[in-house]
């Protein structure tokens, strides 16, 4: 099987740990270890000193998914999978629906294994192009052409990476329709859900239709990233179980542990969205005074997430910019070039505030000395 180099991931894991102001992440200020137990409000490491370190269930802790579940409408315990985060969930739907020869249309940019794990397992990958003048949404009319009889499975991402556009209802309903009056099936990549951040709110495509595959993640919003956790959820039990047979050659089940943990986290999910949500819009407020204060940027704001795809004319690559900011200025981010679109950079402003402030400052020196060399 051949793959193709997972840009961001390898430029990601190239350069985040030298930096000293990390604002290309896109989970929301993790937790620590300490603040969570707080949260949680109860002496969770004295209960688990007596926790079995078996196998588990292969699906997942009976109460975590119970947790799950209540963030959906329509969804039992049963429709949901617990995976080693939504780039196993992912993973796992691809492996479990496509066969070499199929047809999938897949939204760009993205992150790119929504449609370089497609092609890797043999699919031939139709692009529906996002583009800046759209607001980063799906063109309905393109995605209509594109679907056809031989469509087997239709990839997008709401709320969206890199950009934070936000697929709203009427338009994800459509997306559905066209979805289903192919024959095909929807797997809907929501590891940014419930992060709205202008009062909008979208349901699940899980919610929506029985043909659409969902997949989460406890990174981004749960702020939980050393968990290692996701989950797949759809309404289409019989999914569900080839799933499970496909995932016994891989996973087989998660950590007790961190399952037992996370199912904590679940009882106070309100609270944690709550701190996600505060976060965000603080440093976000930031960035839109960086953008919107300089003639040589633009972007369209992001509607939900934690990322913001702004765009700069400035006379250098945007590889260049990233790596000169990063050893000039000890400031992180990634370029555009990791998602094939240039000059844009992703900027993450779900750091801890302090952290994101220095960065942002620092951000705008270094970019107002490449436009003043310009002029």
Known sequence: MKVKPFLVERFMSSYEHLAKFNIAETCVAPFKLSELLSLIGKDLMEELRDLVLDYGYTEGLPELREGIAKLYRKLEPDEILVTKGAIDANFQVFYTLLEPGDKVVSIFPAYQQLYSAPESLGAEVDLLELKEEESWLPNLEELERKVDERTKLVVINNPHNPT????????LREI??????????????ESYHGLFLDGSSVPSAADLSERAVVTRSFSKPLSLTG??????????????EEIKLRRDYMSISNSVLVERIAAEAMKNVERIYERSLQILRRNLSLLRQLIESRDYLHWVPPRAGSVAFPGYDLDIGSEELALRLLKEKGTFLVPGSCFGIERHLRIGFGARPEVFEEGVRRLGEFLDSISKVGK
């Open 164 to 171: 934070g556009s936000l697929i709203d209802e009427k338009t």
């Open 176 to 189: 559905i329709r066209i979805v289903e009056d192919s024959g095909s099936r929807l797997l809907c990549d």
């Open 227 to 240: 968990l290692r956790l996701g989950w797949i959820a759809t309404r289409d039990r019989e999914l569900i």
